[in-house]
C-alpha cells in the first residue's frame, strides 16, 4: 500500500489514466509518486461530490445535501444543476452522468420534484423526457446508469423511513416518459426485505444490491425478497436473483465499487467481497473510512471519498492526512 501525504485532503476523487484527480478542489492533482500538481482553478461555492460519466467526456460537482450542481466539459462550466429543496439537507443528491445506447451524453436527476425523474442531454440541458408525469411518492438518490445506458439504478427510499432499489427503462423511458414513475422493471417485493443500502451494476445485465440489518418482509412472508445483511445479484434479463449471500459481519455502507465478479465496499474500513458467496476475500481495518450506513438521515455523515482505479488494480481511499492507495488482490 502506498500512502500519499497531503495538507490538502480532497473531498472528492476520481482516476484520469494513473493520476489522481480532485474536481472539487478546483483539478488539483496528484501523479502516481505522489506529486501534486495546484488547483487550476477556484470554486466559490462548496461543492463535496463528484460524478463523471463512463466516457469521461462529462463530469458533475455538486453538494451531496445541498441543491446546487455543476457540469463540466473539461474544464468548462457548461450549465448548473439544481434539486428541488424538499428535505434536500436530509438525504444524497440525486445524480447519475452516462451514454446511452443511442451514444448521446446524459444526465439523469431530478432538476424539479424529489420524486420526478428526468434525462437531460448532458451539455445542452435539453429534455429527452418531457411529458405528463404522475410520479409515485418515493425519494430518488444515488443514481446510477448501466454501462450500456439502458438502464437506471436508484438507491433511495421511501416514507416509514426505508431504503429501497429501483430499475427503470431509459430506452422506453425516452419514448414514454411516465415508465418513470412506477415500479420500473425490478419488481418491488424483490427488494422489501432488507433495507437496501447500496448497488452498482457489475455490466449491463447484472447488478449487485446489499441491505442493512432492518427488515420489512419476514423471510417467510417473502421467500424471494433479499433479505438483511444480504448481497444479492439480480439480473435484469432475467428478472430473478441469481445469486443471494448472507454478510453477517459488517453492515455495506452506501457506497459500493464493482470489480468484475467483486465489489469494494467501504464502511468503517474497505471490504473486497465475491459476490457470488459473499465471502470476505480482503479487508484494509488500518484504512479507515466513514462509517454512512444509509443514503439518507438527518445525521450528515459524508460519503466515503474512495475511487476503484479503472483496471480494477488499486483503490484510492481518502483518509484524515493523505490518500492510501491500496493493490488489490
Not at 501534486?36 to 466559490?44: D, H, K, L, N, P
Not at 467481497?273 to 438527518?298: E, M
Not at 475511487?307 to 483503490?315: N, V, W
Amino acid at each position: 500500500m502506498q500512502f500519499i501525504p497531503l495538507k490538502y485532503v480532497p473531498n472528492s476523487l476520481l482516476w484520469q489514466g494513473d493520476d489522481l484527480v480532485s474536481w472539487t478542489g478546483g483539478g488539483r492533482r496528484w501523479e502516481p509518486d505522489g506529486t501534486q500538481r495546484e488547483a487550476e482553478f477556484y470554486w466559490s461555492f462548496p461543492f463535496d461530490a463528484v460524478r463523471a460519466s463512463a466516457s469521461g467526456a462529462y463530469i458533475a460537482v455538486y453538494q451531496e445535501r445541498g441543491t446546487k450542481g455543476a457540469v463540466l466539459e473539461g474544464k468548462r462550466v457548461v450549465r448548473e444543476l439544481n434539486r428541488s429543496f424538499s428535505h434536500a439537507t436530509s438525504f444524497d443528491y440525486p445524480l447519475a452522468l452516462g451514454r446511452l445506447g443511442d451514444g448521446r451524453e446524459v444526465v439523469v436527476h431530478c432538476p424539479e420534484e424529489y420524486n420526478l425523474l428526468q434525462i437531460e442531454d448532458a451539455g445542452s440541458g435539453e429534455r429527452l423526457t418531457a411529458g405528463e408525469r404522475e410520479p409515485v411518492d418515493v425519494f430518488h438518490s444515488r443514481l446510477s446508469l448501466s454501462p450500456d445506458g439502458r438502464h437506471l439504478l436508484s438507491i433511495g427510499w421511501a416514507w416509514q423511513p426505508f431504503g429501497t432499489a429501483q430499475v427503470f427503462d431509459t430506452a422506453l423511458a425516452l419514448s414514454d416518459p411516465a415508465t418513470l414513475d412506477g415500479e420500473g422493471v425490478l419488481p418491488g417485493s424483490m427488494v422489501m426485505g432488507g433495507e437496501v443500502a447500496a448497488g452498482c451494476w457489475l455490466d449491463a445485465d447484472r447488478l449487485v444490491l446489499a441491505t442493512g440489518s432492518e427488515e420489512w418482509y419476514e423471510p417467510e412472508e417473502e421467500p424471494d425478497a433479499l433479505a438483511t445483511r444480504h448481497l444479492g445479484v439480480w439480473s435484469v434479463s432475467e428478472r430473478r436473483w441469481l445469486h443471494r449471500s448472507a454478510v453477517p459481519d459488517a453492515e455495506p455502507g452506501v457506497l459500493l465499487l464493482p470489480r468484475g465478479d467483486q465489489v469494494v465496499t467501504l464502511h468503517g474500513h474497505p471490504r473486497l467481497l465475491d459476490v457470488v458467496t459473499g465471502r470476505v476475500l480482503a479487508q484494509w481495518p488500518d484504512v479507515a473510512v466513514t462509517a454512512k450506513s444509509l443514503c439518507y438521515g438527518n445525521k450528515n455523515n459524508p460519503t466515503p471519498v474512495a475511487a476503484l482505479h479503472p483496471d480494477g488494480s488499486r483503490l484510492a481511499v481518502v483518509q484524515a492526512e493523505g490518500i492510501a492507495v491500496i493493490t488489490l488482490p
